[in-house]
């Protein structure tokens, strides 16, 4: 495994488990620094982080930041992304409600999912890979969906509930992005 | 006959650092600030190597966590991109003058019952009985 590939795999790790970008940035600069040094000692990266990364990732993530304070940014973080997607819903329709039909959460789903369980074993997917997960898995998933259980709106979306879904994530973004001007 | 597994030895060493590790730590900030990659030189010129080099880390966050050690970013002694060091706080020193102490006694009380007093290279041999079946 490379360098470059340890650091992948850390950061998607890092992310997912709801560290700050700031801590996130710090952790990959003392990582790197070691990672250099081991290897310009002819130690491989095997040696520094073992042969399971994300395992070492999350005992780091989890001794840097209590579970409490991750999950509070993970819930954030889930809740600015399924407000994106109903924003661009929103945007793309023209409508002040989104309809949610068991085949459209069944391709979101499936794409979380999959992406998510990909990118903590082998670090950030790509645009490309992205796509490809959602053609093979969301398509797949939503069209078995609703064959399955009809494409009847499961519960409709207003504009109002969207925003309210986005502002915790902002908020977030907004913050660290202040903290890390300041340091 | 006692087969001892293949890297079995290796396995207690571990073991046993990881038990101190904490302390190792400590005491090598204790003598001056050091980043992450000085630990293991140290330890390796020890002759305490790390399974895994990294897992200095999660233990450096959770003792920074709780108050043990500071850091903070300087340049690099040897050169390079400025390196996270880490400098012991008086909770720090605190708790490496009571971990040594824990530690002296505990090698002491092992090293009673560990000590080599009874020969154990040779193995029983096992007395012929005498007279015996016709």
Redesign the interface.
């Known amino acids: 495994m490379t360098i470059e590939r340890v650091l992948a795999v850390c950061r998607s790790n890092w992310e997912y488990r709801g560290i700050d970008e700031a801590s996130v940035r710090?952790?990959l600069?003392?990582?790197t620094?070691?990672l250099?040094?081991?290897a310009a000692a002819g130690?491989s990266p095997q040696?520094?982080?073992?042969d399971d990364v994300p395992a070492?990732a999350a005992?780091?993530a989890?001794?840097?930041v209590?579970l409490s304070r991750r999950l509070v940014r993970m819930a954030a973080m889930v809740s600015f992304t399924a407000g994106v997607l109903l924003l661009l819903s929103h945007l793309t329709r023209w409508t002040l409600g989104v309809g949610v039909t068991p085949g459209r959460l069944a391709f979101w789903l499936g794409i979380a999912v999959v992406t998510v369980a990909l990118e903590l074993r082998r670090g950030s997917l790509g645009l490309g890979k992205g796509w490809l997960v959602g053609l093979v898995v969301g398509v797949p998933a939503a069209l078995a969906t609703e064959r399955l259980l009809g494409d009847e709106p499961l519960f409709l979306v207003p504009l109002w509930a969207t925003l309210l879904l986005a502002l915790p994530g902002l908020a977030y973004a907004h913050a660290e992005r202040r903290a890390s001007r300041d340091t | 006959m006692t087969m001892e597994l293949p890297g079995a030895g290796d396995q207690r060493r571990s073991q046993l650092l990881r038990g101190v590790l904490d302390l190792c730590l400590l005491s090598l900030i204790a003598e001056r600030p050091r980043y992450g990659y000085e630990f293991v030189e140290a330890l390796t010129e020890s002759g305490l190597a790390l399974v895994s080099e990294g897992s200095i880390y999660p233990l450096l966050a959770r003792m920074e966590r709780a108050g043990l050690v500071a850091s903070y970013r300087a340049p690099s002694s040897s050169g390079g991109a400025p390196r996270k060091y880490y400098r012991l706080t008086e909770a720090g020193r605190a708790e490496l003058a009571h971990g040594r102490a824990v530690w002296r006694e505990f090698a002491t009380q092992a090293g009673r019952i560990l000590a080599d007093t009874i020969d154990t290279t040779e193995p029983d041999t096992p007395t012929e009985p005498t007279g015996g079946t016709t």
């Open positions: 710090e952790m600069d003392e990582l620094a070691h250099e040094d081991a130690r040696d520094v982080v073992g070492f005992s780091w989890r001794a840097r209590p």
